[in-house]
């Protein structure tokens, strides 16, 4: 499924496709996904996050920096940022 942006999707959207994605990953329910739990702590590793991110991508229809799950660790704050046009913290939307 592909969002062009600008689709306006609620971070609340962004983040239960994360959750679903992230537990077809991790081979687990969707229910043992903590959406403020770590990557690390959900044992994503390097090569996985590069996936996701290109997946994220896809999902919008948007570049997203490569290091943005880096930088928002958990579901819950990278779908924030995702939802506010992945702009750097402060940055005028």
Request: net charge negative; hydrophobic share 40%; with cysteine.
């Amino acid at each position: 499924m592909n969002h062009q942006e600008g689709s306006g999707l609620a971070a609340e959207t962004i983040q239960g496709w994360l959750v679903k994605r992230m537990a077809e990953l991790l081979r687990c329910a969707p229910e043992e996904i903590g959406i403020d739990d770590s990557f690390d702590r959900l044992g994503l590793d390097s090569a996985t996050a590069v996936g996701v991110t290109l997946e994220v991508e896809d999902y919008l229809g948007r570049t997203v920096d490569p290091g943005v799950l880096y930088s928002y660790n958990t579901l819950r704050r990278l779908a924030d940022h995702l939802a506010s046009g992945g702009a750097p913290p402060g940055a005028p939307n």
